[in-house]
Structure formats: C-alpha cells, structure tokens
C-alpha cells in the first residue's frame, strides 16, 4: 500500500512535498524545456544566417541553380557542356558519386567476403595473406590509400607518348592502358540489336522459371534436374541465335592515336580507376572482419552437423553457415556502405567529378556555400536512407523465420 | 627508395592540407551560418583593437605571390601588400597574420570574417564584385592567363591543342576562360581538375596533362617547379583579362581605402623615385606633393583622414619599399621569377599602374 500512496501525484496523505518532484510533471518538464531549447537554437541559427548574408550583401535561395554553369567537367556519364546549368552539373556529379559507389560496394563485397573466409581458411599462406590484406588497409586512413592508388597508377602506367609508340610496334592491341586511363572498343549497336537484348532477358526469365521449378521438383521427388546446364542455355542459346540471324548487327569503335591522347572508343580516366579501387579495397578490408565475425558467430555444431551428414566443406560452408551467418553480418554490412558512399567524396583529392567536387567548383563560382552545403548534406542523407532502407528489407528477408 | 619517401611526404602533407580545407570550408560556412558576431564598427576599427591583420594569401606555396620560406617566413607581392598594410595601420610590418587558402576557401574565408583582406592572386570580376559582396580596386598584378607545355610535344600555340587534356584548379576564373576560350575556337579539350593547385601541379608533372593553365605568372612559377624547367615552355596566347588585387568585404569603406590607398602608395612611391633606401633623405624634399605624400607637411590631415598616423606612408616604404621594388624583388629581375614588367609598368613607362593624386 505505501509504495503506491508514494507514487500518487494527487495524493493528499503527503501535501509537504515540493512540485518538482512530483515525477509525472518532470516527465512534461523535460521535454518541454528540451523542445524549447531546439526551437530556440533554430530560430538563433536561422535569424543568424539571415543576418550575416544581409550583411555581406548576400541574399539565400536557389535560383541560381538554374544560371549557366560555364566550367567544364571532366568525367561526365550524361551530357553536359559548359552553356548546361549549375543544376545539371550538380547531376553529372550525383551520377559520378552513384556510379564509383555502386562498383564499389559491389566490388568491395565481393573482395570482403573472399578475404574474410579466407582469413578463416585452413591453408596456413592463404590465412595469413588475408590477415595481411586485412590489418593493411584496415589501419590507412581511406585518403592516403587513395593518393596511393593515384600517384600509383599515374607513376607507374606509360604516358601517352610511350603508349603511342607502342602501338605503332603492335598495331593489333585493342585495350590500352596509360596513365589516361584505361580505353577499350566502345560497341556500336546495328539495327535489331534491341531483338538480341530481348532475347536475353527472355532467357533469364525462362532461367529463373526452370530454377524454381527444378527446386520444387527436388523438393518433391528428392532428384534434383541439371538446373546449371539447362539454365546456361536458356540464357546463352537465345541472344546468341537470335544474333547471328539478324547477321550480326553490332560493329566496334576501336581507340586510336589522336594529336595527344587516344581518340574514339570508351575509356575509364585513371582518377575514376584509382578512386574505385582505393574505396573498394580499404571497405573490403572492414567487410572481411564482419564476415568473419559473421561466420565466427555461427556455433561449431552447425559445422559438424553438416559434416556429419556427409556434406563437403564448400556446401557446408554455403549452404548450411553463410545463410546463418549473414543475419549477423548484413546490419553492420550496411554501415560499411554507408562509410564508402561517404568516403567516395574523398574523390576530390584526386580531381574525380563526385558531387563534392562539382559542387565545390559551384560554391567558389557562385559564392553560395550555405544552399551547396545543404544539397551536399540533403543528397548524401537521401543516398545512405535509401540504402539503408533496402538493406533493412534484404535483413528482413535473411532474417531467421521462426516457424 | 627516395621516390618512395616524397611520395609518403606528399601524401601525409595532402593528407592534412584536405582536412584543414575541409575544416576551414565548414567553419567557414558554420561562422557564416552560426557565428554570433555583433554588427562592429567597420574592420579597420576591429583590426586596431585586436593588433594585427588577418590577411589571405595563397596557401599553395605560389612563389612571388603567396610562398612561405624555408624558415616560415611568408613573402611575396601579395605578402608585401599585407606587410604593408600592416605598416600603415600600426607602423609595424610585422603585426601581421597569414592565412594560407586553396582558392575555393578564400571567399567563404572573406565573407565569414575569418580574414580581413583577401590577397590571394584573385581576379577582379563583376560577379565577384556584386553577386559575392566583395570590393575590389587597387590592381597589384595586372596578369593574364596562359597555356604551359613539354617543350617535346612540339606545340607553338594553344590552337594546337585540339583534343590535349589540361590540367585547371577548380573554383577560378581560369576554369571558366579555358572552357569559353577552346569553345569559342572550336576546339576539344579534356579538362583534367584538380581542386588544390599543388595536386594539379603533381599531376602536370606525372605526365597527366599536356598542358597547364592558370594565370601567366603563375605557370612562371609552376615552371620553376618543375625538375627541369627549361623542359617546359609558356605558350605565346594569353586568353584572358586576369587584374589580381585584394578584395575586402562590401560596405566598408575606410578600410577598403586603406587596402587600395596602401597599393596606391607604393606606386606613388614609385613613380616619385622614394625608395625604402631613400625614404628618410625624401622627407626632407622641397617638392610640395613629395611632402604632402610622406607627411611631413604641417597641416597634413591625409593620414589621419583615413584613421592612420601620419607617416603612414613612411611606414609602407620602409617595410616594403615602393612597387617597383616590392616587384622585383618578388617577380622581377631580383626574383628567380624574371617576370617583365609589361602591364605592371607605371602609366608614364608604358604600362597600366596608375594611382590617384595623393593630396
């Protein structure tokens, strides 16, 4: 009975005690005097800024987003020329971030997952070269192995002259590597090329129809059909005739020498190359450990159960350890994407286009830092929510389904 | 090995060089945003209270413009300009303090009230001038800008350099010339961009770029950079109308006139034969307007007009003699530069250095 009466706000049996300490008001207090702080720091911020710009003569707003740009970028995946507007140019920048975040990510989870399995290996060379690997880009700040990757790539690739004339000792290369980048035939589609794209995708529909209808099959009657080779035609055989019927409508656009760099084909500038492999390598290295905790989590039982019923280490490890494992490594995978999204706008140190780069050069050409700083902050927040969301579906959909 | 120990050096200098760019590019926009600064008097006021003056200068080691020495110590025409300023406000040259920027920083720097004059080899442009809020006026380099090559690509002129990347700081006015320029000419380039003026030179010299382009003089001294200079040749075309001077903020004009009129009398200095060697043996002249201008006329008020002592100009000239001498000392004949004096020339030599009557 006392210890209820105590906790009566409104009780009469103890009148001495002060209001402050009546716990449900405090509980408003706070949050009341919280809020009233936020909204007032708020209001200093924003009449401040609104202050300091009307006293350098500066007036906020967007609108100059739509004036021309007239600097020239250097890497851009969409048009772009200098009469384009800020705004535009701020989006070539966007699709540079999105596109050295997305090889990235992929690469460096592909790496992360060898070397972290590797590091686990029973192979006395390959563990250790994996722990090497790990506790070497590990320990870098993502910078300096940037500027490594840079000045590697430019200090060790031939210059342009020496590549010319190497092509003048063998006119028959296709690929060329120099410290300009990397340059390759481009494709140039014919007519009817879009048949054999529809092709494909039809045969990897098909592919994946006869995957789950193999699976079922399996799970029916315990025999399982030759899914790989069956599958491997469905998604070669169809393009590939339909190709060759249409006679081959695809030529290529092979790079030559022009006056100083190679002129025609596709290339990849080795500010891209070295950005891409400088993310991917030092992301790779916090992935392996993941993964490796990852994999370290799941109870040794697991392992011998699978051994015991007779399945080989690579099925074990695939089929009865990695599903397990990854419900530990995918939230902590997502904060590593995180960090290589956001570490791409190291990107600047090399001369890559990444958004922080083009919108730097827009803040220095129309002195706007607070709207630049802004759209940085909002696009960098949209990108990581985005995939933060998605990762947080693939969780949900690894996550242990208890039955 | 050798190779290998610079470009760790390299790295950990870049290293820290980003992150205070970055740092000062946030503080820079949180002190625009945040800063809690009472609206003051005017900064020629706010510098005689604190004691020194907080001046910009090119933080990528420019020689003859922004470059700091081997023992710390900060020279260059832009320098000069600030020593000099410094000499006029407290008669003291020293009272003084730099703050090297990356030309992206210099402006949020200026506006934020981190600097109080801005002497960073910054072109005067009306945009500059109105859109960002700044003043500009006294030129003290009056520059152009220009394409630098290897001697062994065998180019004469920038027209030749259809489809040849170019190496270009972000954030200038020269990135803007390059892009109109090979535009108007019809002619391919790729830009190669670089945001640190010391990583585009890394670049050039690795062989990334065939040519460079900034402003003349600088590509003098980028060139004396290089591990062989004379490998390297200033291409003939200058694309451009590049007046370098320092810029304060808007709305201020006693310190505005201090800056520009600092400028104005080391010119004037000039062009009357004072020198930091003769400038004591000057006072005495006989010539009314050399008297007026040193300050050695009785009822004098020029200096204390502009909120200065008297011998404001003394001061100037003992600390960093007239512009002549500030010139070729930094630039010209005296400096490994060998700048000709060409646009810098005073008026009545041929050249484009001006300054109002001192009266």
């Keep these: 009975m006392a210890a209820t009466d105590a906790h009566d706000p409104g009780g009469t049996e103890r009148p001495s005690v002060s ?35 009307a006293r350098a003569n500066m007036t906020a707003g967007f ?111 296709i690929f060329f590597l120099s410290n300009r980048g990397f340059y390759m035939p481009a494709p140039i589609f014919g007519e009817g090329f879009s048949l054999v ?25 315990g025999q399982r059909p030759p899914v790989l080779l069956v599958n491997l035609a469905l998604i070669i055989l169809p ?32 500010e891209f190359i070295a950005l891409y492999l400088a993310l991917s390598l030092y992301t790779a290295s916090f992935i392996a450990e993941i993964v490796r905790g990852g994999i370290r989590g799941v109870s040794r039982g697991q392992t011998e159960a699978a051994f015991a019923l007779g399945l080989r280490s690579s ?50 050409q129309s002195g706007r830092s607070i709207e630049i700083i802004a759209i940085w902050m909002l696009i960098y927040v949209s990108i ?6 998605f990762m947080n579906w693939f969780n949900a959909k690894m996550a242990l389904v208890e039955r | 090995m050798v190779s290998a120990d610079r470009t760790a050096n390299n790295d950990k200098d870049k ?21 809690a600064q009472a609206a003051s008097a005017g900064t020629l006021d706010d510098v005689k209270a604190k004691g020194f003056v907080q001046c910009g200068v090119n933080g990528s080691n420019l020689a003859g413009f922004g470059a700091q020495d081997s023992t710390g110590n900060w020279t260059g025409l832009d320098v000069d300009l600030c020593k000099g300023i410094a000499a006029a406000v407290f ?40 859109q960002l809020g700044f003043d500009f006026r006294a030129i003290n380099y009056y520059d152009g800008q220009g394409f630098m090559v290897r001697k062994d690509l065998g180019v004469n002129s920038a027209l030749e350099l259809n489809g040849a990347s170019i190496c270009v700081q972000s954030g200038t006015t020269t990135e803007l010339n390059l892009a109109d320029y090979f535009r108007a000419n019809n002619i391919e380039f790729k830009p190669v961009v670089f945001e640190q003026q010391s990583e585009a030179d890394a670049a050039y010299k690795a062989g990334r770029c065939d040519a460079y382009t900034t402003d003349a003089s600088g590509l003098y001294s980028i060139r004396l950079k290089m591990d062989n200079p004379d490998d390297h040749v200033v291409l003939p075309e200058i694309i451009s109308k590049e007046p370098l001077g320092p810029a304060v903020r808007g709305n201020d004009s006693k310190w505005f006139d201090v800056v520009s009129f600092t400028h104005y009398a080391m010119v004037t200095a000039e062009e009357f034969g004072i020198t930091q060697a003769n400038v004591e043996e000057m006072k005495k002249s006989e010539n009314p307007d050399i008297k007026r201008f040193l300050g050695e006329e009785a009822d004098s008020t020029i200096g204390a007009d502009f909120g200065l002592p008297k011998d404001w100009a003394v001061q100037i000239i003992k600390a960093v003699g007239n512009y002549g001498e500030a010139f070729d000392r930094n630039v010209g004949e005296g400096s490994p530069l060998k700048i000709q004096r060409g646009l810098n020339a005073l008026w009545n030599k041929g050249g484009l250095q001006y300054a109002p009557p001192i009266r």
């Design chain 2, 91 to 130: 008669g003291d040259a020293t009272k003084v303090k730099f703050t090297p920027l990356s030309a992206k920083d210099r402006f949020p720097a200026l506006q934020s009230g981190e600097i109080d004059i801005l002497a960073r080899n910054t072109t005067w442009s009306a945009s500059r001038d109105s």
């Design chain 1, 384 to 389: 990581s929510l985005t995939t933060s969301l």
């Design chain 1, 197 to 221: 794209v529809y092709a494909l995708i039809a045969g990897i529909v098909a592919a994946i129809c006869f995957a789950i209808y193999g699976n079922r099959r399996q799970l029916a009657t």
């Design chain 1, 239 to 270: 393009p590939v005739l339909t190709f060759v019927a249409l006679g081959m409508p695809l030529s290529f656009d092979y790079a030559i020498p022009g006056n100083f760099n190679m002129r025609g084909g596709m290339s990849v500038g080795p």
């Design chain 1, 19 to 53: 209001l402050i300490y009546n716990p449900a008001l405090r509980r408003v207090l706070y949050q009341v005097v919280t809020l009233a702080i936020i909204i007032w720091a708020v209001y200093f911020a924003a009449t401040n800024v609104i202050q300091n710009l």
């Design chain 1, 63 to 173: 609108g100059f987003l739509n004036s021309r740009a007239g600097f020239d970028v250097a890497q851009a995946l969409i048009s772009y020329t200098p009469d384009d507007t800020f705004f535009r140019a701020l989006q070539v920048g966007l699709v540079n971030t999105l596109v050295v975040s997305f090889w990235g990510i992929i690469t460096a989870t592909i790496v992360g997952l060898l070397v972290g399995i590797g590091r686990l290996s029973n192979n006395w060379l390959i563990a250790r070269l994996c722990t090497a690997y790990v506790e070497l880009f590990r320990n870098l700040p993502p910078l300096l192995v940037i500027f490594f990757w840079y000045l590697g790539v430019l200090a060790l690739l031939p210059t342009a002259r020496e590549l010319f004339q190497t092509i003048k000792d063998n006119p028959d290369k």
């Design chain 1, 315 to 364: 099925h074990a490890m695939r089929l009865v350890v990695l599903p397990q494992a990854m419900r530990i490594i995918i939230p902590p995978l997502t904060s590593q994407y995180l960090n290589l999204i956001k570490n791409s706008s190291l990107a600047v140190a090399v001369g890559y286009a990444d958004l922080v780069a083009v919108g730097g050069t827009i803040l220095n």
């Design chain 2, 15 to 35: 290293g820290s060089k980003m992150a205070k760019k970055i740092l000062s590019t946030l503080i820079g926009a949180a002190v625009l945003g945040l800063g």
